[in-house]
């Protein structure tokens, strides 16, 4: 049986996309933090299946809860892309467990992977705002900054190369030769 944690292990707090339950005490890998519940919704009840909110934890095809309860903290866990936790879905018992899969430090926020249809649904519309698809993003920003600074640069390196070759261009084409002699021409005119 897996350890379970107890209720002082985590908070609600302030994250970077909106609140977050964050471990105040060390979690092990494999404890049970926390249930998600929530009335019990079935889909074969038109009145239940048209309820629409974001804290919906779909256990099976029939089978939903309702995780929008105030009393129910888990709702405050976010989406990661590489979480500290995961579901432990039991559909014939009807709940749902978040349990740890790696060690959790006190201040880091728990998390898990919401799964593909959430993803779709509400996320991918507004971008992944987990940790792991963040700084993701903010590599591939800086790489595309290098990589316009240097084609700025190579354009620049062109730019002043074409501008020094044709300057002696210039100097050689202004040139003229009078008698065998090398003359330089000033505004068009040859001087003697």
């Excluded at 009145?47 to 629409?52: F, G, K, L, R």
């Excluded at 920003?141 to 210039?170: C, I």
Aim: charged share 35%; net charge positive; proline share 4%.
């Amino acid at each position: 049986m897996p350890a379970i944690a107890s209720r002082k292990s985590y908070r609600v707090g302030r994250s970077k996309t909106g609140l977050g339950l964050f471990a105040t005490m060390p979690i092990k890998k494999g404890t049970r933090i926390i249930r998600y519940f929530g009335p019990i919704l079935d889909s074969k009840i038109p009145a239940h299946d048209e309820i629409e909110n974001k804290y919906l934890f779909e256990l099976n095809g029939r089978w939903t809860i309702d995780g929008s309860v105030r009393k129910n903290l888990a709702r405050y866990i976010n989406h990661s892309c590489r979480p500290n936790a995961e579901s432990d879905v039991r559909p014939r018992e009807r709940k749902v467990f978040i349990r740890a899969i790696k060690n959790i430090e006190p201040g880091d926020e728990i998390n898990y992977d919401y799964g593909t249809d959430y993803f779709k649904a509400y996320l991918k519309p507004i971008g992944c705002k987990c940790e792991s698809c963040e700084k993701k993003r903010k590599k591939l920003r800086a790489e595309a900054r290098a990589e316009a600074a240097k084609v700025k640069a190579r354009t620049a390196k062109k730019l002043a190369a074409q501008g020094s070759n044709k300057g002696s261009k210039t100097k050689a084409a202004n040139k003229r030769k009078l008698n065998g002699h090398a003359v330089a021409r000033a505004n068009g005119r040859a001087r003697a």
